[in-house]
């Protein structure tokens, strides 16, 4: 599965295709398969996203998750306290980074 991020433009938030826009949240990400590089392009030609790629991810019960550990961490914020986490509340988060 491939799925597509980026930054949000004015928040510098990550992002994360959804295959109608962009959500802050990776389990809303949907794969895009070939389509990536040219989903890409075209938001990052209209202004709606920094630097998109495409990047490689498998499907779980929870929704996407990002092969590599850089995108993991992008996902869910920063690994020193999971309280300032993007999901603060989910108390599977600290197991999900590993």
Known sequence: MKILTGNDLVTGDVIWWTGEGWSRHVEHAVDVDHQGEAIAARE???????????????????????????????????????????????????????
């Open 44 to 98: 990052e030609a209209a202004r709606r996203v920094n630097s998109p790629y495409v990047i490689q991810a498998e499907m779980t019960e929870a929704g996407p998750r990002p092969a590599h550990i850089k995108d993991r961490i992008r996902a869910v914020g920063p690994t020193v306290r999971v309280d300032l986490g993007l999901k603060p509340a989910d108390p599977a988060i600290g197991e999900w980074v590993i």
